[in-house]
Nanobody, 120 residues
Framework: QVQLVESGGGLVQAGGSLKLSCAAS????????VAWFRQGPGKERDFVAI????????RYADFAVGRFTISRDNAKNTVYLQMNSLKPEDTAVYYC?????????????WGSGTQVTVSS
């Protein structure tokens, strides 16, 4: 069983930065790939980025390339999402999700989300 708690969201001006954290419980955290998703107002949930269990593989959505960086610290059971050059369209609730499989579309565990609001 893995429990995920996101933090680090908030209100930021366009062009600013935020660093989200996803803290996980459990002693086998390094066995899980962790992904970030986001859901904007009135929109479907979109994939943002994913990192493999030991951090050797990462993948980003096109809109995140060059602006967002996913990383993890397994000693702290935490995955991060550094977001730079934020735009109003990045406004969304950001969720982290974990699964033992890196290539999956169905994640076993989800956090409850953290709100990111980017003002113009």
């Amino acid at each position: 069983q893995v429990q995920l708690v996101e933090s680090g969201g908030g209100l930021v001006q366009a062009g600013g930065s935020l660093k989200l954290s996803c803290a996980a419980s459990g002693r086998t955290f390094s066995s899980y790939a962790v992904a970030w998703f986001r859901q904007g107002p009135g929109k479907e949930r979109d994939f943002v980025a994913i990192i493999s269990g030991i951090g050797s593989n990462v993948r980003y959505a096109d809109f995140a390339v060059g602006r967002f960086t996913i990383s993890r610290d397994n000693a702290k059971n935490t995955v991060y999402l550094q977001m730079n050059s934020l735009k109003p369209e990045d406004t969304a609730v950001y969720y982290c999700a974990a699964d033992r499989a890196y290539y999956t579309t169905a994640y076993d565990y989800w956090g409850s989300g953290t709100q990111v609001t980017v003002s113009s």
